[in-house]
């Protein structure tokens, strides 16, 4: 299913720019979120997470921001590089003994030097 | 070091043909998921296993089939009812207790 989804396909930014990955998930009783980097030919890479009592976390070079409200979620990436061009998804999971991610479609970064 | 293996990476199979793909992981996690994914989508869940002996059917089980004799090994048939088997297969493992999944480099398997 298709219960999250990434608003833009495709982001193309400047080397140096800051970078914001958008996700909007539409299961109200979701309580724990996931993003994940996807390099061509490669396997998912976690890059952070957060929980829904929280509504930010911040990582190296990169925050996640938690809207409960309006059900969204974003990824922000500072100074974006070369090497951060993949594809990003987004997964929402459950607590409660089952953790079964649901993945939107993905957003794919695109970086200029 | 500790991870997760798939095998083979790339695969070439004619119509009609049942392969395998084979996953195993040396992490100790307890479960193992199998995800496909087409160009431009996202991951959709074909089975997954929380515990050895036992697994249950995802999205897309349709055409597929695994099996967990081991807890390190998580083997998926993609079957000739699979009508559109081409694509990139994904397997994960994880703790029961997190949501994190780590994956495999990923097959790809190609129908002739």
């Known amino acids: 299913g298709e219960s999250v989804g990434l608003h833009l396909p495709t982001l193309s930014v400047q080397e140096g720019d800051n970078s914001i990955i958008n996700c909007a998930y539409s299961?109200?009783?979701?309580?724990?979120f996931i993003w994940y980097k996807q390099e061509s030919g490669k396997g998912p890479q976690f890059i952070i997470d957060i929980r829904s009592n929280m509504d930010k976390r911040q990582g190296q070079r990169v925050t996640v921001l938690l809207n409960k409200t309006v059900k969204h979620l974003s990824l922000q990436i500072a100074a974006t590089q070369p090497g951060d061009s993949a594809v990003y998804f987004c997964?929402?999971?459950?607590?409660?003994?089952?953790?079964?991610?649901?993945f939107g479609r993905g957003t794919s970064l695109i970086v200029h030097p | 070091d500790g991870g997760i293996t798939q095998s083979p990476k790339y695969l070439f199979r004619k119509e009609g043909q049942n392969v395998t793909l084979s996953c195993e992981q040396n992490?100790?996690?307890?479960?193992m998921y199998w995800y496909r994914q087409d160009p431009g989508q996202g991951l959709r869940l074909i089975y997954y296993?929380?515990?050895?002996?036992?697994?249950q059917k995802g999205d897309i089980a349709e055409g597929y089939s695994v099996s967990r004799e081991k807890k390190e090994s998580f083997p998926l048939t993609v079957t000739s009812a699979q009508k559109n088997p081409t694509a990139f297969y994904l397997c994960?493992?994880?703790?029961?207790?997190?949501?994190?999944?780590?994956f495999g480099e990923g097959s790809r398997l190609t129908v002739l």
């Open positions: 299961n109200s009783a979701s309580d724990y």
């Open positions: 992490l100790n996690h307890d479960a």
């Open positions: 994960a493992s994880s703790w029961r207790q997190t949501g994190e999944l780590f």
């Open positions: 997964a929402e999971t459950l607590s409660g003994g089952s953790y079964i991610p649901t």
């Open positions: 296993s929380q515990i050895v002996n036992d697994f």
